[in-house]
């Protein structure tokens, strides 16, 4: 191949990586609404909170967060989630680690983590969060349940 052929290739693979870089650093922390989502089974997923099983969700909305073990941010998503639950009435936070529940992943179709599903009073999946969510997209989420 010629030498500008192959510089040109070069630079084409660099704006191509670049573009697709920014796309999904764009579309990471917020939230996508989700039409006719799942119900979500608590028992199912092993919902605990402070080692307890969790039986009902929030009152107004549930943040279901899919952690791993070797993720940095899931920490401090978790953090952010856990000083909202306090301070926001009809609030839940549940933590789940997918490192050994590999099944939940591939049936939620979690591909980064953390990934938050936003749920109703009801439990039924609302939006989703792919990456640590954005203070905004939680404000804005929140907004979407309390009347």
């Not at 573009?19 to 764009?26: C, I, N, Q, S």
């Amino acid at each position: 191949m010629p030498l500008n052929l192959n510089l040109l290739v070069i630079l084409s693979l660099l704006i191509v990586a670049t573009l697709a870089g920014l796309a999904w650093k764009a579309s990471t922390g917020r939230a996508r609404r989700i039409k006719d989502g799942l119900q979500i089974d608590l028992k199912e997923i092993g919902a605990t909170k402070d080692g307890k099983p969790v039986t009902q969700f929030g009152e107004h909305t549930t943040f279901l967060q899919f952690s791993s073990e070797t993720c940095a941010t899931c920490k401090q998503t978790a953090k952010l989630f856990e000083e909202l639950e306090k301070t926001s009435h009809g609030v839940l936070h549940i933590e789940v680690d997918l490192t050994h529940r590999l099944d939940l992943a591939d049936k939620f179709g979690i591909l980064q983590t953390p990934t938050t599903l936003v749920l109703d009073s009801k439990g039924i999946v609302k939006s989703r969060i792919g990456g640590a969510p954005k203070p905004s997209t939680i404000e804005e989420e929140i907004g979407h349940f309390v009347i």
